[in-house]
């Protein structure tokens, strides 16, 4: 058996025809209104704390001196596609 974990009302104002969108992907998955804005917020949520965490790890190599110049990392990405400059 699956454990829920708690939860908690929200609302949110969203233009109609974004409800509706939302309204026609749970008929389509025969799920909820909920379930389909949950799962976008969750998806959101995760996106940005990559993102967030990628953003503090470069921050802390720069920090540290772990850097190339534009110049070498540009030749690079050249060099592997064949492209001249």
Do not use: C
């Not at 969203?14 to 025969?30: N, Q, S, T, W, Y």
């Not at 949520?45 to 503090?56: E, K």
């Amino acid at each position: 058996m699956t454990k829920t974990q708690p939860s908690e009302p929200i609302t949110v104002r969203a233009a109609k025809d974004m409800v509706g969108e939302i309204d026609a992907l749970a008929a389509a998955m025969d799920r909820s209104r909920n379930y389909v804005v949950v799962q976008a917020l969750q998806a959101y949520l995760d996106a940005n704390a990559w993102q967030i965490a990628r953003i503090r790890d470069g921050l802390a190599a720069a920090d540290a001196g772990q850097v190339r110049s534009a110049a070498s990392v540009f030749s690079d990405i050249a060099a592997k596609h064949g492209w001249t400059r």
